[in-house]
């Protein structure tokens, strides 16, 4: 029942920005989740943590993305976003959300938590 639905992709050249939303709906909890987070997956490649922020508003960030990348979070509106500012081609890849409501020690970690809901995915694509 519960939905995560990205939005905000495409194609833009390096140096570019791009905002990706994730609208979270038909949740079961009557509170916000406890973290939630960005991922990428680029062809071939593992899927990795791009970014984390937990109920109490602390982030985390890849190296890779330190700096140019921003998460942060409407509570009201039940939507994560991800500013991305100074793209690069090597962050083409497919950007997933998660939403967890368990408690845990993961998000600080980096990690979206093994009970984590995740969107559909949304194709972001950088030239050069």
């Known amino acids: 029942q519960v939905q995560l639905v990205e939005s905000g992709g495409g194609s833009v050249q390096a140096g570019g920005s791009l905002r990706l939303s994730c609208l979270v709906s038909?949740?079961?909890?009557?509170?916000?989740?406890?973290?939630m987070a960005w991922f990428r997956q680029a062809p071939g490649k593992e899927r990795e943590g791009v970014a984390t922020?937990?109920?109490?508003?602390?982030?985390i960030y890849a190296d890779s993305v330190k700096g140019r990348f921003t998460i942060s979070q409407d509570k009201a509106k039940k939507t994560l976003y991800l500013q991305m500012n100074s793209l690069k081609p090597e962050d083409t890849a497919m950007y997933y959300c998660?939403?967890?409501?368990?408690?845990?020690?993961?998000?600080?970690?980096?990690?979206?938590?093994?009970?984590?809901?995740w969107g559909q995915g949304i194709q972001v694509t950088v030239s050069s």
């Open positions: 998660a939403a967890n409501w368990v408690i845990g020690t993961y998000c600080t970690r980096g990690q979206a938590g093994s009970s984590a809901y």
């Open positions: 922020i937990a109920i109490d508003g602390t982030t």
């Open positions: 038909g949740s079961p909890y009557n509170h916000n989740p406890y973290c």
